[in-house]
């Protein structure tokens, strides 16, 4: 089993920067792919990036056209997403995941989720 508890997640204006965190116990983290999805309100939760187990691959979806990067630290059991130039549409819950193959964009590629952590921008 793996557990996820995302962190970081606050009131921040438009234009403004944060960092999320996603602690991972229960197993190595570099046997995952971990990702990044977000539910805003009135939609359907979606794909925001993933990096796979040993760095070496990221994926981003389209719409955030690099203003996000994803990172992790197998050393310490963590991986990040970076927040830049975050926009009101931004808002929503983000949730981080395991999952055992990069190239997933899917919920349903990712056994394991967090409980997510509120991001609101305001405008």
């Known amino acids: 089993q793996v557990q996820l508890a995302e962190s970081g997640g606050r009131l921040v204006q438009a234009g403004g920067s944060l960092r999320l965190s996603c602690a991972v116990s229960g197993r190595t983290l570099n046997s995952y792919t971990m990702g990044w999805f977000r539910q805003t309100p009135g939609k359907e939760r979606e794909f925001v990036a993933a990096?796979?187990?040993?760095?070496?691959?990221?994926d981003y979806a389209d719409f955030l056209k690099g203003r996000f990067t994803i990172s992790r630290d197998n050393a310490k059991n963590a991986i990040y997403l970076q927040l830049n130039i975050l926009k009101p549409e931004d808002t929503g819950v983000y949730y981080c995941?395991?999952?055992?193959?990069?190239?997933?964009?899917?919920?349903?590629?990712?056994?394991?989720w967090g409980q997510g952590t509120q991001v609101t921008v305001s405008s």
């Open positions: 995941a395991a999952g055992p193959i990069f190239g997933f964009r899917y919920t349903g590629g990712y056994p394991y």
């Open positions: 990096i796979s187990g040993d760095s070496s691959g990221t």
